[in-house]
């Protein structure tokens, strides 16, 4: 089983729709969690962490569910601009940041 | 402040010959890392240091790859012989524990190493 799972997609979705990714993680231990986003053939940027008790970030939320070992990213409202892949990423423990596949999102007009 | 400088951006070697990539983190910062990223297998964790010193190499491939950190401005990434099986994008990250959730990691542009 990998360390971080997640759904490759793609997601295609109109403009102004809501999507949501999850990502599963299997060490129970880990200590901190986080979404990058990655644009075609860039390095990925941080997005923003994932607090315990949940967090927004203008159209975008994330959920952390520690007894399931799951993480989610809610898009409100999704634009163009938010076409990208997402990558769910673990710190099992100190600083091994672990990425997942990623999942790929296409918005369209 | 510049972030984190690699290089090069794009290299093409036959299959034998030894590559270096290189990597300048963010003036400060304690952590560096290196990542590998292909389609098949995603970024992969290589190797990490603090404070200079290796930390984690659970994640290089093979003995083919070797990485230093002779100070804190400059990290290589060596692999020797290279084969086809190692063309990947190539990124290096470094982060600070100061500033961790809100900025985990900086990544570099990565090297695309293509190996014929």
């Known amino acids: 089983r990998k360390e971080v799972e997640q759904d490759p997609g793609p997601f295609n979705v109109p403009e102004g729709a809501t999507v949501a990714f999850n990502c599963t993680y299997s060490n129970s231990a880990s200590q901190s969690f986080f979404w990058y986003r990655q644009d075609c053939r860039k390095e990925p940027k941080l997005l923003m962490s994932?607090?315990?008790s949940g967090n927004e970030d203008g159209r975008f939320t994330a959920q952390l569910n520690r007894a399931s070992q799951y993480i989610s990213l809610l898009i409100r409202d999704s634009k163009l601009s938010d076409s990208a892949t997402y990558l769910c990423v673990v710190n099992p423990g100190g600083f091994k940041t672990i990425f997942g596949a990623g999942t790929r999102l296409f918005v369209k007009a | 402040d510049a972030g984190v400088i690699q290089s090069p951006r794009h290299e093409v070697t036959e299959m034998g010959q030894e590559v270096t990539l290189r990597c300048k983190p963010i003036?400060?910062?304690?952590?560096l890392f290196w990542y590998r990223q292909t389609m098949m297998r995603g970024l992969e964790l290589l190797i990490y240091f603090n404070n200079n010193v290796p930390i984690d190499d659970s994640g290089m491939p093979e003995d083919r790859f070797s990485a230093k950190m002779p100070n804190a401005s400059f990290s290589t990434l060596k692999i020797q012989p290279s084969e086809p099986r190692d063309s990947a994008v190539y990124f290096c990250?470094?982060?600070?524990?100061?500033?961790?959730?809100?900025?985990?990691?900086?990544f570099g542009n990565g090297t695309r190493l293509t190996v014929t």
């Open positions: 003036s400060g910062h304690d952590y």
């Open positions: 994932v607090y315990s």
């Open positions: 990250a470094s982060s600070t524990n100061r500033d961790y959730y809100n900025s985990p990691l900086h």
